[in-house]
């Protein structure tokens, strides 16, 4: 845990992806990721946990953008 109203989520990319299920399985369905530097961060979670819920079927479905 850290300070403030966030937790921090550690751990390789399954557990991650096992602990955001485990909150989602508790009634919490919106997520607000962070992580430092964010761009790269943002890749890593992407290949990483990710790619662990999509293939569980835990992703929302992508709409394309007009």
Sequence with gaps: MRG???TALVGSHAQVADLIE????VGFDH????GQPH??????FGEG???????RGRLA???PQS
């Design 31 to 34: 997520f607000i990721l962070s």
């Design 22 to 25: 485990a909150y989602h399985d």
């Design 49 to 55: 946990a990710a790619a662990f819920l999509k293939a």
């Design 61 to 63: 479905p992508v709409t």
């Design 39 to 44: 761009l790269e961060e943002a890749w890593h």
């Design 4 to 6: 403030g109203a966030g």
